[in-house]
């Protein structure tokens, strides 16, 4: 679907420099993706909830160093 945007240059040069693309399409395609990818990931974790393991520093250092 084509779109006509303004969009700021800076911005988006800045925007192709950290993501490593080469064309305005890729920029913009990649920078949604992750927008996405970032959202989804925060709706899981929140599904998932929290867990409260009660154990001291200690405990979770001997279990870190078992491993």
Known sequence: ???TVVVDD???EEAREALGTKSIRETI???LREV???HRLE???RSLG???LALTPEEL???RDAE
Do not use: F, P, S
């Open 29 to 31: 395609e990649l920078g």
């Open 61 to 63: 250092q001997r279990l």
């Open 43 to 45: 709706e899981l974790r």
């Open 10 to 12: 800076k911005l988006l």
């Open 1 to 3: 679907m084509r779109r």
């Open 50 to 52: 929290t867990v409260d």
């Open 36 to 38: 996405v990818r970032r």
